[in-house]
């Protein structure tokens, strides 16, 4: 059953820009997370190492990327209502690309300590949570992965999310892995960071989810 927003919260004055902040400071936490260099989740990492396999913009990259995954949404469906998604691979990429090349230089953080580095990257985690909190939130199209996750699931006839999410998290590191070595970079922005991602990213997600809905949706009626 879908959440009733408060009245407040449901108007598209504020929905819109909610939609475009999320986005904003999502790009502002996969940034962040890149320049700490401790390794970024896993399809931010295949992001980042097919941006240097292609001596791309960050942004260029990730709309590829997503771009690929459309087409096969959209075969698989045989629906063109999944071309909405080019909405939000818009908005991502050009987030990365404001963050990556006009606000964080490349070399950023480059000799920092490694605490520094490590604050850098928590605060990418906690910046990159709640900017996707605050675009499921706006209760518009989210993103291609999730739809990729629920297809996998249509095409397997289960309800197992935590099996298929990790199977799809672990794709993306493989091809991660493949465009970094093609790149001739080695793991590229795979690292030890990329683990953490994954078992931190949940969690942190959940917290700014519960104290978003406290505020953008009516209560359940007792």
């Known amino acids: ?8 919260f449901n108007k598209l ?32 990492a295949t992001t980042a190492n097919l941006s ?21 949404l959209v075969t698989s469906h045989k629906s063109f209502k999944y071309l909405l998604i080019v909405i939000p691979m818009i908005l991502m990429s050009l987030s990365l690309d404001f963050w990556d090349i006009l606000v964080i230089d490349d070399d950023f953080l480059l000799n920092a300590h490694f605490f520094t580095k490590l604050i850098a990257y928590l ?8 900017g996707l909190a605050f675009i499921i939130t706006s209760d518009f199209i989210a993103g291609t ?3 990729l996750m629920l297809l996998i699931m249509k095409i397997f006839k289960t309800d197992k999310t935590l099996i298929i999410r990790l199977s799809v998290e672990m794709f993306g590191i493989l091809l991660a ?13 795979v690292n030890v960071g990329s683990i953490i991602a ?20 009516e209560k359940n009626p007792s």
């Open 1 to 8: 059953m879908k959440k009733q927003r408060k009245t407040f």
């Open 13 to 44: 004055t504020l929905r819109i820009p909610q939609y475009i902040l999320g986005f904003t400071f999502l790009g502002l936490g996969v940034v962040l997370i890149l320049r700490s260099r401790l390794g970024a989740g896993s399809w931010d």
């Open 52 to 72: 240097a396999l292609l001596s791309s913009t960050l942004g260029i990259a990730s709309f590829m990327i997503n771009l690929a995954i459309t087409i096969i």
């Open 123 to 130: 605060g990418g985690l906690a910046i990159l949570s709640f």
């Open 145 to 147: 992965i999730d739809e």
């Open 177 to 189: 892995l493949l465009f970094g070595y093609l790149a001739s970079i080695g793991l590229g922005a």
């Open 198 to 217: 994954g078992i931190l990213l949940p969690p942190l997600l959940a917290l700014h989810m519960k104290w978003l809905n406290y505020f953008i949706y």
